[in-house]
């Protein structure tokens, strides 16, 4: 599993019918899913994954955005997986974010942000790992 990375199309972009446009924007710029699903985060799920954030602010709010609606996860496979992911969706914030960009495109702010993407191959793994088995990679 190497150059890989990990997103989630988040509530928000979901919720509001994004989903397509955002998967069909990571097919144009030419990353290849290796595994996919949608699904429903529990508050514990949630709080599970973003755990390195449990002593943060933002925690609580975080943890009840994310089990808010359903999320789409995804591995996906391109050279220079992460820092090219972390291109195409833009910055956290999408005020700041690059014109074309997924977070510039389809978020509302700074919290419901449309995205989650990995911050490093390490982070991929274990975040890919959190909701695939390796039977569900392809």
């Known amino acids: 599993m190497s150059n890989i ?31 996919m699903k949608y699904l429903h985060l529990s508050a514990e799920q949630a709080g599970r994954f973003y755990d390195i954030h449990r002593e943060r602010s933002f925690f ?18 391109k050279d ?10 833009g910055a956290t914030d999408p005020q700041k974010a690059e014109a074309g960009t ?17 911050d490093s191959d390490e982070n991929a793994k274990i975040e890919a790992s959190f909701f695939f088995s390796a039977l569900e990679i392809f």
């Open 5 to 35: 990375t990990f997103t989630m199309v988040k509530p928000d972009a979901v919720g509001n019918g994004y989903t397509g446009k955002i998967i069909d924007q990571i097919i144009s710029a030419g990353f290849t899913i290796k595994a």
């Open 80 to 89: 220079n997986a992460v820092a090219d992911f972390r291109t195409l969706i």
């Open 102 to 118: 997924i977070r510039q495109l389809y978020a509302k702010s700074i919290d419901a942000n449309a995205m989650h993407g990995s």
């Open 60 to 77: 609580k709010d975080l943890v009840a955005f994310m089990s808010s609606g359903p999320i789409v996860a995804a591995v996906l496979e």
